[in-house]
């Protein structure tokens, strides 16, 4: 793409989410501004560049300076979009095999930026990986839509409290399982068995299956409070939230279409935000980022209070942590182990953040044994305990990043002989070390990691699982070029 082109659609992108967010609309922004509606939003699609006298007028009727409008330096949420419109990815995608001209795509671009913002990072996803699944393009944008959301929503919140209140529950309080097992048997005419799952061997990693002809919940005599918790709690949002296009089994195991992952995500959240109600939440991580001296155990009394479950409370920090405390650069991550194999794989991961690393890989490479999520699932597994818990400062030999890193491992419930770990990372910097006094201490070890052992650096590491092969490429590939830039030189003397 030229850059008076870009510059073009980046003017009018801006120009067109100051006005949204002043909820004005184009011909309110005409009379303000004494420039024709037609001529606004032709600069808004990026046809048009105003000269500086015009946008001067358009920055005083939008309170907002002239800097900011002319200004290349994207946002989070048009970030994205300014990455796609300068990559040539609208150029190598066939679009015209699906009857899509790009200036279309673009104007689509240009008249909902924000909404589209989930699908240009899906795209830029797809750009950087290859061989992706019908399964893995629809998580992806579910993710996608989750960070442009910083993972927080707070209509479902909203839902939650006005549930709560409804059904007369002590949100002050742990929730009690057959609290909600009496809601969805009395109000919305649920049974429950017990039994059904056991009897078939294919079936022994589902918790739960909701066969809805006749209300019946099916569940895994496995689970314990915690998980059932869970799981009635998102029945629950299934029917409150008034959702009919929906996922049956727990874990799922095939969808539809990606409205069906989103409610599932949507379902998610209500029970989460139920089981770990914000406010509470809130008022215990106040106190415990205001302690002077770190203190794990706290950490754990905390998690402890609402559920048993690590995955549910890590992932719900994810909702309260940018939301409540502005910490914005946070990742989650969900390891299972096999030792058997020595064997680990990334099932789940999120990424409240513009950083890109640690990010789960394409060429099935060895992840870090250095991660501190890696190193308790690998303790668990030789001393056969049945959960740990570690936290490190985890500096990424690739970028100089930081990140405090607090992780907690278990033994799998549904699989004999594995194990999961979670892992949630809040990047450490000085405006966290300022928001948190006993960070100042330096109390965490710190570890030098990398993201697979394939592109790391170090040298030194007693825990390496292959070989930095594609660093070691790299390097050969830049001699290579460097011999043959050599060559030409040489040969490129005439006698």
Known sequence: MVEEEYIRLIFGLKMKQVRNEKDLSLFGLSKKTGLSKSYLNEIEKGKKYPKRDKILQIADALETTYDHLVSLKLDKNLAPIGEILQSRLLKEIPLDLF??????LIDIIAEAPVKVNAFISTLIEIAK???LSRESFFLAALRSYQEAQNNYFDDLEKKVELFAKAYNINLDEKINPQELEDILREEYGYSFNYDALGQYRELTNLRSVFVPETKTLLLSHSVDDSQKTFIYAKEIAYNYLGIQDRLYTFSWIKFD???????NFFASYFAGALIIPRKKLVNLLKDFLALDEWQPELLQNMMEQFTGSPETF??????ILPKDFNMRNIFFLRFSHNPATDDFRLEKELHITNLQEPHANENNDHYCRRWVGLRTLKEIAATKTRAAFGAQI?????????YLV???SM???FRNGKYRSIALGIL????LVNKVPFLKKDPIPRMQVGVTCESCAITDCDVRAAAPTRLQKKAQNKRTEEVVEELTARFSKKD
């Open 257 to 263: 279409s990606f409205d069906q992952v989103l409610n």
């Open 428 to 431: 450490h910097n000085k405006d």
């Open 99 to 104: 009857g899509i001209r790009e200036s279309d």
């Open 129 to 131: 990986h290859y061989n």
């Open 394 to 402: 985890s500096q990424y030999v690739n970028t100089e990043n930081e």
């Open 411 to 413: 033994e799998d419930p």
């Open 406 to 408: 607090l992780s907690s």
């Open 314 to 319: 890590y992932q719900r920090l994810t909702n």
